[in-house]
């Protein structure tokens, strides 16, 4: 057998971890259509009145946490083009036919830093002074960020324990 020249290798690899990329998106999509335990809902984002059940919790960076300590899942999707930050707080209504509908209704303060895209255990992660906060694989996606690319970031100002960060833009 032939041995491939580099440049092939080069492209198998970044095949495979495109594929391994896009399969983590689909298992993400999967969860927030379906959430943790199963349940089938459909996200929304929507402006209008609708009646329902109405709940105010804490973004904690991927879930919502509610006042009764339940978790909420947050479309990805949702959260990235939102740039949610780890302790915003949203209005959830649970829609009389099931539907959730998110809204952002108190965001704290933040504050932009840049730094660098890693990956490591299945999950992405910013490394920036000395931190490593993790962001959303459809943030990773949806800015087409490679490893090791310079990322702006949104952390909460009064936050240094924070865990997570909102994709700002990729440098």
């Known amino acids: 057998m032939s041995e491939l020249p580099e440049k092939q290798v080069k492209r198998l690899r970044s095949l495979i971890q495109e594929a391994e990329t896009n399969l983590a998106a689909a298992k993400e999509l999967l969860i927030s259509i379906i959430g943790d335990d199963g349940t089938v ?3 929304k984002n929507s402006q209008e009145d609708v009646s329902g059940k109405i709940i105010e919790g804490v ?3 991927q879930i919502m946490m509610g006042p009764d300590g339940k978790s909420y899942p947050v479309p990805a999707n949702y959260a990235s083009k939102s740039k949610l930050v780890e302790g915003d707080i949203l209005k959830l209504t649970i829609a009389d036919d099931g539907s959730f509908i998110y ?3 108190g ?3 933040r504050r932009q ?3 660098t895209l890693v990956q490591h255990d299945g999950a992405y992660y910013v490394e920036a002074n000395g931190h490593e906060y993790r962001i959303l694989l459809a943030s990773v996606t949806y800015f087409h960020i490679a490893i090791g ?3 702006t970031i949104i952390v909460p100002e009064d936050n240094p324990e924070a865990t997570w960060a909102a994709v700002e833009a990729a440098l």
């Open 59 to 61: 973004f904690d960076g």
């Open 149 to 151: 690319d310079q990322v």
């Open 113 to 115: 830093i840049i730094g």
């Open 107 to 109: 965001p704290i303060e």
């Open 103 to 105: 809204k952002q209704i």
């Open 41 to 43: 809902f459909t996200p």
